[in-house]
């Protein structure tokens, strides 16, 4: 099962509306939740879902005084007109990997209607540690609309999908990014309170060109501090200011060149025992291309030794 990340509840338009079709239908009052929603641990190869079996899922919202069928399909998020999402997510290579239980739902006046959505992720080496984002678009159905309009709004939920992390994968693989981490995930349980540790992670320049690369702090990357809460599972504790990370130096990667970053950890004496905190590291090159990790650890209070 997927673990999730971050849900932010709410409706996102994405393509331009015309006074056309607010007249016609009064799309003003249509919309698609959750707007945001990242989630993890994908296994490539396995077929999950993107909701719990709660009764959750893309939710269509109807405020109109009469029913709206819409439909809903799965894009890369430039085919769906979302220009712009996350900072180090890429565009998913194929929106196939991702399907609706429903293409077409009817939404009940003053109400809202439901449809799931399953993930699979073809099981490839280069499809580990990856970050993608993928667009389910939401309009009313053409044969729906009033004659003379031709024009209909859209909204959609933007999908995030971290696969599985994982160390023993092969760098040289194509289809990688032109700037690839490994693992995309440290994690580390049993940490001491005012204790230093080290981490490390693989650093690939994939492109044909040498590059110069920065690591950026989430607020420094992010600055949007309501932007930034997307980042995080709500159950861990977001390291956001108050850095845990050492400061790491811009450096230069050649071509095809791999590098291991050493990071140094200090957990502060602030921290209460038994809790997850979580941080995000970005790393940037010269041409602007964002990639991150997470890195998570438990806080023992103990002096027991973290461990990976």
């Given at each position: ?7 932010k509840?709410?409706?996102l ?10 007249l ?9 939740s959750?707007?945001v ?7 490539p ?12 899922g ?16 799965v894009?890369?998020?430039?085919l769906?007109g979302v220009l712009?999402w ?9 929106a196939?990997?991702?399907?609706l239980g ?5 939404a ?7 449809a799931?959505?399953s ?9 580990y ?9 939401c ?7 009033k ?6 709004m859209?909204?959609?939920?933007r ?10 994968v092969?760098?040289?693989a ?5 700037l690839s981490?490994?693992?995309?995930l440290?994690?580390y ?7 230093t540790f ?12 040498q590059h ?6 989430l607020?420094?990357?992010?600055p ?6 997307r ?7 977001r ?6 990370v ?10 095809a ?17 038994g809790q ?8 940037k090159?010269?041409a ?8 998570r ?7 027991e030794?973290?461990?990976?």
């Amino acid at each position: 099962m997927p673990r999730f990340v971050r849900i932010k509840p709410t409706s996102l338009p994405v393509a331009a509306f015309f006074m056309a079709a607010t007249l016609s239908y009064g799309v003003q009052a249509m919309g698609i939740s959750p707007g945001v929603i990242v989630i993890g641990n994908v296994t490539p190869g396995v077929e999950v879902p993107a909701f719990p079996a709660d009764g959750t899922g893309i939710k269509v919202e109807n405020d109109g005084d009469n029913p709206l069928v819409v439909t809903l399909t799965v894009f890369k998020p430039t085919l769906g007109g979302v220009l712009r999402w996350e900072k180090g997510y890429e565009e998913i290579p194929d929106a196939s990997w991702c399907s609706l239980g429903k293409t077409e739902l009817e939404a009940p006046a003053k109400g809202f209607a439901l449809a799931k959505l399953s993930i699979k992720v073809p099981d490839k080496p280069e499809y580990y540690n990856r970050k993608w984002m993928v667009a389910v678009v939401c309009e009313p159905k053409r044969q729906d609309r009033k004659a003379g309009t031709g024009i209909a709004m859209r909204v959609a939920s933007r999908i995030g999908i971290e696969t599985l992390p994982k160390v023993d994968v092969n760098l040289d693989a194509p289809g990688l990014p032109a700037l690839s981490l490994v693992p995309s995930l440290l994690s580390y349980d049993g940490c001491i309170l005012g204790e230093t540790f080290p981490a490390t992670l693989k650093i690939r320049n994939n492109d044909k060109a040498q590059h110069t690369y920065m690591a950026e702090r989430l607020d420094q990357a992010e600055p949007d501090a309501e932007k930034q809460t997307r980042y995080f599972r709500a159950s861990s504790n977001r390291i956001v200011k108050d850095w845990w990370v050492a400061p790491v130096e811009s450096f230069k990667l050649g071509a095809a060149e791999t590098k291991e970053l050493k990071l140094s950890v200090t957990v502060p004496k602030t921290a209460a025992a038994g809790q997850v905190y979580e941080e995000i590291v970005f790393l940037k090159d010269d041409a602007q291309r964002y990639d991150f990790f997470r890195l998570r650890m438990r806080v023992a209070g103990s002096a027991e030794a973290p461990k990976k």
